[in-house]
């Protein structure tokens, strides 16, 4: 993965828009946040392959960066903190904001096929 | 010195999970000539290391876990190593009694005289807690005159409230190096954990002596638990 350019990812999202893809979608505290720290409130989210249509989608801000999908006039999916992405050997669009010690705390994925 | 058994059946959902609580007794189990089985749930999909800069993404990363776990195997000397195909993080959302019925399959396969695995509801991670429940179940369920011997491990900040102090403690002293090696297998996951380990163990931290050189067990109390 790289550093998040934003017209490059741009670019990239703009290859899915309208066309049936699958989507991976997580947030994470990691599931020993409140084993290290009692007082934490440890929340997180993950859908794996969900089958979308997106007709809009952008990349916002310097990074860790927002990005939103606009479903036509079904609904909407975003993810905030994107600090890396890469275009995979697959050719699937793997976005993910990683924290300062490395962890991975977002990703937003993009797949024409579904992940494994 | 650690009991002798007929065959040990080790059941955990995430690679590396072995290797941090029970690699010593896994491997002083091979050396004195009992056959060990490891049944590891998931590869571990979801783990958080990744890295800044990334050196793994969230696809690429099962791969990367597959070979660790698979080190972290030869380090100990196991060779009957199961990889059950779960995913990280859902193990507790899968069938409660298809999860029994896996553990059931492996009980009677590998016929153990012992089996390890987390101890319920003082083993932190959801799919610890699953992975307990599933395994407590399966050998609940069986006759008690047949029923291999269930030590757990306890992790959770009120184990010692809760359970008091462990029944069986392991000496490792001895292949020590093999359970730093099988922790060192699997890198990608336990790099700072090691780091700051291997600093403790070079000033004499007795804690950190202690975690290398004595593995700690609760007997499972069927009388309070699952059914």
Request: aromatic residues 8%; proline residues 4%.
């Amino acid at each position: 993965m790289e550093p998040v350019k934003i017209e490059a990812v741009q670019e990239l999202i703009n290859r899915f828009a309208n066309k049936e893809v699958y989507i991976h979608l997580e947030t994470t505290n990691g599931s020993y946040a409140s084993h290290f720290d009692e007082k934490f409130f440890n929340a997180g989210a993950f859908i794996r392959n969900a089958k979308v249509e997106y007709e809009l989608g952008k990349i916002i801000g310097d990074p860790p960066s927002r990005v939103g999908l606009k479903l036509g006039s079904l609904g909407w999916i975003y993810a905030q903190g994107i600090t890396h992405y890469e275009l995979d050997d697959h050719g699937r669009l793997l976005m993910a904001g990683h924290d300062h010690q490395g962890k991975l705390a977002v990703s937003l994925q993009i797949s024409e096929t579904p992940f494994e | 010195m650690i009991e002798k058994e007929s065959h040990v059946l080790v059941v955990f959902p995430h690679p590396d999970d072995e290797a941090f609580g029970v690699s010593g007794t896994i491997a002083s189990h091979i050396k004195s000539g009992t056959g060990v089985t490891y049944a590891c749930l998931t590869l571990g999909q979801m783990g958080r290391n990744l890295g800044n800069p990334p050196f793994a993404t969230r696809e690429s990363l099962p791969e990367i876990r597959k070979k660790e776990l698979k080190a972290a195997a030869n380090a100990m000397g196991l060779t009957d190593l199961r990889m059950m195909g779960l995913r990280d993080k859902t193990v507790e959302f899968e069938d409660d009694e298809k999860m029994v019925e896996m553990m059931q399959s492996l009980i009677t396969e590998t016929n153990p005289s012992l089996v390890i695995t987390f101890y319920p509801d003082y083993c932190v991670h959801p799919d610890h807690e699953a992975t307990a429940r599933a395994v407590v179940r399966a050998v609940h369920r069986m006759d008690e005159s047949t029923r291999p011997k269930l030590h757990c491990v306890a992790f959770a900040n009120n184990t010692g409230e809760g359970l008091g102090e462990p029944d069986v403690i392991n000496d490792v002293k001895e292949v020590m190096d093999i359970k730093l090696n099988a922790m060192r297998a699997h890198i990608s996951q336990t790099a700072w954990i090691l780091e700051d380990l291997e600093k403790r163990l070079g000033e004499n931290d007795p804690e950190a002596i202690q975690w290398v050189t004595q593995e700690r067990f609760f007997k499972y109390r069927f009388d309070q638990g699952y059914e």
